[in-house]
């Protein structure tokens, strides 16, 4: 029998992760984001997790900072319907 116990891992679903290049950028990007209404947890000294819903807004607000991290993944494209209602 495994002493791997099923119950001590966590496997989250739509999440991203903003990993820095250190602790100092990190506490600068937090610093950035603080005033904004997001969830954000600290993932070790140097990455944040956050819901991926969030990373619009997260993108958004680094890019006005002048700051364009690399992005790794693909976004899903917005769904559109399949079956639209037709206009009267």
Request: proline share 10%; charged share 25%.
């Amino acid at each position: 029998m495994s002493r791997f116990d099923p119950h001590k891992v966590t496997l989250h679903l739509n999440v991203a992760v903003l990993h820095c290049d250190s602790p100092v950028t990190l506490e600068e990007t937090l610093l950035l984001l603080k005033d904004l209404a997001l969830h954000i947890q600290r993932v070790g000294a140097t990455s944040i997790a956050f819901p991926r819903a969030e990373f619009a807004v997260i993108e958004r607000a680094l890019h006005d900072h002048a700051l364009f991290p690399r992005t790794i993944g693909k976004l899903p494209r917005p769904t559109e319907p399949s079956d639209p209602t037709p206009s009267d």
